[in-house]
C-alpha cells in the first residue's frame, strides 16, 4: 500500500502563485508514475500533470504556467502553480501508479490508471 498525503493548498488572487505538495509513504517503490488531477464541483476529476521515470506531462490548459516536480529522496511530488486564474479552483489530488502503460502521453491522463489517491487539497482562486 501507498499513502499520499497533499498539502498546500489555499486561497489565492487571481495572478497569484501557490506550491501544493505530495507526501509519499509506504511501498513508494513499487510505483513509477504519478501526478496530479483536479476537480470543480459538478465536474469530473481531470488530468492536470504527471511524472514517470521517462517524463513529464501537462494539460493543455496548465502546460505553460504549472511545474510538477518530485523529490525522490523526500519521497514528495510538487505542483509549482503560476499564474492562477479563477477556473483553476478546485480540489486537488496527487496519485499514483504501479504500471503505466504506453504510450505514457495517454495513459498517464487518465483516471484508473492510478492504483493510489490522496484526500485532496482545495486550492480557491478569486478574481
Known amino acids: 500500500q501507498v499513502q499520499l498525503v497533499e498539502s498546500g493548498g489555499g486561497l489565492v488572487q487571481a495572478g497569484g502563485s501557490l506550491r501544493l505538495s505530495c507526501a509519499a509513504s509506504?511501498?513508494?517503490?513499487?510505483?513509477?508514475?504519478m501526478g496530479w488531477f483536479r476537480q470543480a464541483p459538478g465536474k469530473e476529476r481531470e488530468f492536470v500533470a504527471a511524472s514517470t521515470t521517462l517524463n513529464t506531462y501537462y494539460s493543455d490548459s496548465v502546460a505553460a504556467r504549472f511545474t510538477i516536480s518530485r523529490d525522490n529522496a523526500k519521497n514528495t511530488m510538487y505542483l509549482q502553480m503560476n499564474r492562477l486564474k479563477p477556473e483553476d479552483t478546485a480540489v486537488y489530488y496527487c496519485?499514483?501508479?504501479?504500471?503505466?502503460?504506453?504510450?505514457?502521453?495517454?495513459?498517464?491522463?487518465?483516471?484508473?490508471?492510478?492504483?493510489?489517491w490522496g484526500q485532496g487539497t482545495q486550492v480557491t482562486v478569486s478574481s
Open positions: 509506504g511501498r513508494t517503490f513499487t510505483t513509477v508514475g
Open positions: 496519485a499514483a501508479a504501479i504500471k503505466v502503460p504506453k504510450p505514457e502521453f495517454i495513459a498517464t491522463a487518465r483516471v484508473r490508471t492510478y492504483d493510489y
